[in-house]
């Protein structure tokens, strides 16, 4: 038994793989945490399991990357950096996996080369392997990473993105290959990415076999989802035709739309005469009972629908969507329209765009364009900023199909030939200036910043920035446990809540009255470590925010539009004011970018005119109707 | 028997202790403002004076009249207040109540600066050339000029009737001498009634040693050792250490000798203050006597283990000393630190008016608390702004340190910004921890005023515990 440790060079890594009779497996936390918990699963949670994981002997745990960088940041209020360096003091032995958005990063759009390798330099201290994906399976978009993956020493695992459909035979996906291994060398581990979890199980078997016959001295990793409840199915063809590698997660955790509980993956294998090299089936089980009591605590953020989706099959949405889409479609008021959605427009749009991959930024493309459609009533009527790119080519060529010519006219307009011509292309982003994002982020936060700070501003400006300043006011607080830190609707007077501090000093607070004082202020009352403590705060306003407003209709947004109040069009973030007071505007001018479902839409002017007034700035979070800008209309 | 405490907040407190270990009644008085004060609950009596501010506790005839009621044999005037004025002490003698203090001779010859210079120059005391009163007018402008081209700038303008650091300038040049006289005297005869002014060389960055005098009305005087007060701002003493770190014991006993000649020069009784000024070359001159007992003697009290404040009531009472020069022995260090209401990033500025929400004093071996507020109290805006004073001791200087900063950590005080993490940065600070300043100290100390009010981790978390709780859709979880 060959367990494979941190700290092996990516060639002696592979050359166990290939000797290696049996199968390994990766625990994919950070996945299970984003399929099925919103990406919310806490470093305090990771940190309970942290030695029994080690114990276990899995192949890396996948840990980070994804969406987990920001939503750490933005809502777990944890370092990314920081949970890595304490997961390792926990965890010596087991390799940490990233999933890589390529050219996207750990973010939604490209960004510039050097900011890329940057990141990648920075994270490859920590990650040792690299799960790289794009969603157009367009392999110049990885480069940079596999070079810095590479130059870092650590273990590339290039992606194929799975799909289902004509186009997506075993000839495409063999060829895909020999184009991903023409770049990175045979060095690797080869994933094949199905975070759909589609496709039968003989489908994925057959593919293995096909890639193992081209390349048979190449490593597959098979990665799959549970959505239809049938990956195990899926794993055991893989491992049945040669897969060195699949994905699990603790059973105590797994949800619908992650990955299949590990016991199970390796308890149905056996009966096929397939051992999972290195792993210790006690400690697994340890792992679950360990952490079993904290899942209550994260009950709120699964999914708004129990039990599986064998539907995924038509509407092929990635595992690590499925809850954020269907939270959307809850907040919305659309769950009605679901079906709708998924099993007709959904598959509809993706066979009008071209069949890709529905992964992010793609997928986000396609359900967004999907709900348009069905909520609006006229197709492509609406579309995003995204989708604009998507057909102008900024993402990369569409890999089997171009879109009809009525779409490209519907969302680039009648001269969308022209407009095709002149702005057609992979976007050429421009190197941004680091010295410079380094000085505007010490503007922002008061002292000189450390790189790996600045990594992560570079990924997320606005919210990394507020992030370092929350650390600075509150400290770590990834030591508060899930059911301190997700607590709703207050604690109990007299209840006691205990938590270690980041130095491993336990202490302990009791929660005290809360009474409202003469002068409007309310207080909160604590016993902290034996000693009484008083926070003031000032009373709630019965006002919102600047920009809240009853929520409006769609006709009574354009209404307004039209007389040069401009609303927002739909729930989501201001991204940028694009105009100044005072200044003169066309109709069809961008007047303002907002962003909703990780998509940015531009907001237009609908009349020609002056700036008059400017209600919202950039970051506030608006409901459809919230006031943006008046433009005064020139007589 | 019972005897009046003509004070307010850490000091009265402080008095009335001893008042009550000699199984004695103690008497507190107040004014309107402090009725909050705790110096009151701790005392046997309170009287109300009237609705000051301060102006009651300036009052002779309120106090006499105060003492006469509640039948008080005894006044000990404490620090500041009324504790100088020759004339309380008087006023105390004419209406048959014993003063705890000197007689009113000493406190008004030493309360003259001139006199005082002129007594300490026959007992050939060393001293910082000065003049005696300059004449008025043009002529004293001219003695003056005279005295800056003998001793060169910069000088030292002061008020003869100024103390505890008022009536002080610091004068550069022939031009702002002709300029600062005339202002000078304006505001001295305002402040102090007394329009006399004198000159004083500037010893550039000395340190600032007093000697603890202590003596009877049998003639015994002895010294209790040195005090180091040169963390000072804005002649504002802000750390007071015991003994004197100077590495030179034949220099620091030399001074302990020169104090008790100088207060026996002075007919000195009761407990003294005789201060020095130290140059770089070890040079030490005589500044002037204070006739109190002075916010730092818990210092001393910390080395010798001897009760200043006890031996002012027996003596006052006419009881010899109990002890002789050889039975004092200092041991280890002592530091105490004025826990001020204040801002010092604003410069120090007051914190009155402002609510104490959470009061956590620190303890522990070695360490001595004297102060007067407690959790609720809303500190009056009239007075000064002291809290308490935390006085640490320790047998070697880095363990006093240690437990100075080891306090201050402990030390939680919500409502007002106080001086203690300023106070905390000293505390880590490398010449301070080598033992190594003088008055310079602050200014050249400037990092010092970097720090954030609430460091401590738990205190940060228990923010966001209470964010949550207040919150109720937590943020978090939405």
Redo the contacts between chains.
Sequence with gaps: MTRINQGTPAHTIVETLRKTKGYYITNTARDLSQSDFKNRILLHTDLMAAESRDKAGYFSLEITGGASIHVDML???VDPFLKLKKLREHMPKTMFQTLCRGVNLFGYRPYPQNVIRFTVREFAKYVDVWRTFDFLNHVPNMHAVFEEVGKAGKLNEPCLCFSTGPEHTNAYYVAKAGELIDVTGRDITLCIKNHGGLGTPTRIGELVDALKQKYPDVPIHYHGHNTDGNDVGRIVEAVKNGASIVDGADFAFTGFYGPPPVLTVVQTLKEFGFEAVGLEEDAVIETSEVIRDQRQYYE?FESQIKGFQPTVQIHKLPGGAMGSSLEQAAKGGFLDRMPEILHKELPRVQKELGNYWSVTPGSQILWTTAVANVLDGERYGNPSGDLRNLLLGKYGPFPFYEPEEWIYAKVLGDDWRTVLKEEGGVEKIADMDLAHERYSLAEQIGTEPTDEQLVLYLQHPNDAAEFFKFEH?????H??PPS????????EIGEN?S?R???G?E?M?E?GP?PMNDTGE?S?Y?I??H?????N?KTKKAEGPAGAAQELNKEEILDLAKAGDVRSPFSGKIVEISVVEGQEILVGDRVAIMEAMKMQTPVLSEIEGIVTGIYAKKGDALKPGGKILKIDRNE | MKILVANRGEIAIRIIRAIQELGHEAVAVYETPDEMSRHIRIADEAILLGDGPRCDYLNIEKIIRAAKRSEACAIHPGYGFLAENPFFAKACAAAGLVFIGPTTEVISNLGNKVIARKIMAEAGIPMVPGTTNLKQGKEGISEALAFAAQYGYPIMLKATSGGGGRGIRRIESDAQMKEQIPVARAEALAAFNDDSVYLEKVVINPKHVEVQILADSQGKTVHLGTRDCSIQRRNQKLIEIAPSMIKNQKLLDEICETAVRAAKAANYLNAGTVEFLIDKDQNYYFMEINTRVQVEHTVTEMITGIDIVRNQINIAFGKPLSFSQEDVQIRGHAIEVRINAEDPKNDFMPEGGKKV??Y?STGGFGVRLDGFVY?GYIIPEVYDSLLVKLTVHGFTWDETVGRLKRCLQNF?I?GPKTTIPFYENIAREKDFVNGDFDTSYIETHPHIFYYDEDTS??????????????????P??A
């Design positions: 809502r777990k209020q709120q006011n509150y400290g770590q607080a030591v508060l301190i830190f997700f607590r709703r609707g207050g604690f809540l938590f501090d980041y130095h000093k202490h607070v929660i809360s309310a909160v604590l902290v470590d000693h009484q403590s008083i926070y705060f | 929400s959470v956590r959790q939680a919500r981790e738990v205190g940060k978390l228990a923010r966001l515990i209470a964010e949550i709780h207040y919150a109720k859709e937590n978090y979880a």
